[in-house]
């Protein structure tokens, strides 16, 4: 997801994929995003809520997650 996206998509579901931690395409809902500065320069953080567990919240790099699409035919 790239930051212009962030804020069309707060409080949506979203996909998340990590292959490290065997997650692929599960679903979530973008919470909130963090701005943040590092050594190497700025970079943004995604916050997102399970769906079944609403206590459940993961920091998630912005690369790893992407829009669900609505398909309608």
Do not use: H, W
């Amino acid at each position: 997801m790239r930051p212009e996206q962030i804020k069309a998509n707060l409080n949506r579901p979203v996909r998340f994929t990590n292959p490290k931690l065997y997650i692929e395409n599960a679903e979530y809902i973008l919470t909130g995003a963090v701005f943040r500065k590092g050594k190497d320069g700025y970079f943004y953080q995604a916050e997102l809520t399970d769906r079944k567990c609403k206590n459940s919240v993961m920091i998630v790099s912005l690369e790893e997650i992407e829009e669900v699409r609505n398909e309608t035919n």
